[in-house]
């Protein structure tokens, strides 16, 4: 029963966190920090990863947006929805010239960050499965490991601590909540960074194998 509510409260806050993460950047973050954001991303991209790689994220990263959100209509219905249309802002009574100076503006400007914010999400994703070779390769050798000193302990007399085996458990899955909350991270993401997120997910299949308990 306690480990089901741990894992209700951990799934809990994962989806607390990512909705005032998105709160935050949908009403929040000016369009020039995402533009920064871009352009800084973009440059690391390059420096990090090479040519080729960096070229195949930005152009799956683009033809996913485009598919998803252009070619789709939905940016159009978006924007249909908050903003009028030319004829309809010429027709307008009353409220045209609040909406002309200040509440037109403040949703087109909204509307840009969240498409802006959808696309980097894109390119991350990308990112993110460029990585995968390499995370699978992480969790597979140190898993590995942790199966074989699993089996050579149970041979002895080493205590398999439930602590340490949740401490590896905590590590390996809080890794992808950890990842989920960068997609929308307003700062420009390192492609590197997934580097010690593989090592954390690997590093916790470790110590969650390894501490299992002798009897299963």
């Not at 991303?41 to 990090?48: A, F, G, K, L, V």
């Not at 960050?113 to 995968?132: S, T």
Request: aromatic residues 16%; glycine residues 6%.
């Amino acid at each position: 029963m306690a480990a089901n509510r741990n894992q209700s409260w951990m799934v809990w806050s994962t989806w607390w966190f990512l909705l005032a993460e998105f709160v935050a950047v949908a009403f929040l973050v000016p369009p020039r920090l995402v533009r920064w954001v871009e352009f800084e991303e973009r440059m690391m991209t390059h420096q990090q990863l090479g040519e080729p790689t960096a070229l195949w994220v930005e152009w799956t990263g683009h033809l996913w947006y485009r598919d998803l959100f252009e070619d789709s209509g939905a940016r159009n219905e978006v924007t249909l929805y908050f903003l009028p249309t030319a004829e309809e802002r010429r027709n307008a009574r009353g409220m045209d010239e609040l909406g002309q100076d200040w509440w037109f503006p403040y949703w087109a400007a909204r509307i840009e960050v969240w498409f802006n914010v959808l696309e980097r999400l894109c390119h991350r994703v990308a990112m993110f499965i460029a990585w995968a070779p390499f995370f699978i390769l992480m969790i597979c050798l140190w898993g590995w490991r942790g199966v074989m000193s699993w089996r050579i302990r149970r041979h002895g007399f080493s205590y398999a601590s439930p602590l340490k085996h949740k401490v590896g458990l905590f590590l390996m899955v809080s890794s992808v909540p950890f990842s989920l909350s960068l997609l929308l991270l307003p700062l420009p993401l390192p492609p590197l960074s997934a580097v010690p997120i593989a090592i954390v997910a690997g590093l916790g299949t470790y110590i969650m194998a390894t501490y299992t308990r002798k009897r299963i």
